[in-house]
């Protein structure tokens, strides 16, 4: 079992910038590739960011790339999500996500463990 508890979030203007954070606990960190998940109001969970075990490789959702950038600490059992650039199109509760297994990196069925959640405000 894997517990998953993001900060972070909190209200911020367009062009501003946030930093999430995800501290793990239970398991071993760095046996666990990582991933950032959003969701709008009366929209779909999609996928924002990820990273490879050893933080390695990174894959980002095109209307972020360039903007946010997610890395990890595994000393820290820390996964992290750099935003910058904000726009109101970025408000949403963001999820941080973990899997053990292989899987494709952008589909929220492949993680199995979840955080509960916070929330980004970008005002216009």
């Known amino acids: 079992q894997v517990q998953l508890v993001e900060s972070g979030g909190g209200l911020v203007q367009a062009g501003g910038s946030l930093r999430l954070s995800c501290a793990a606990s239970g398991r071993t960190f760095s046996n666990y590739a990582m991933a950032w998940f959003r969701q709008a109001p009366g929209k779909e969970r999609e996928f924002v960011a990820a990273?490879?075990?050893?933080?390695?490789?990174?894959y980002y959702r095109d209307s972020v790339k360039g903007r946010f950038t997610i890395s990890r600490d595994n000393a820290k059992n820390t996964v992290y999500l750099q935003m910058n650039s904000l726009k109101p199109e970025d408000t949403a509760v963001y999820y941080c996500?973990?899997?053990?297994?292989?899987?494709?990196?952008?589909?929220?069925?492949?993680?199995?463990?979840w955080g509960q959640g916070t929330q980004v405000t970008v005002s216009s």
């Open positions: 996500a973990a899997r053990q297994w292989d899987g494709d990196p952008y589909r929220s069925g492949s993680y199995k463990y």
């Open positions: 990273i490879s075990r050893s933080g390695s490789s990174t």
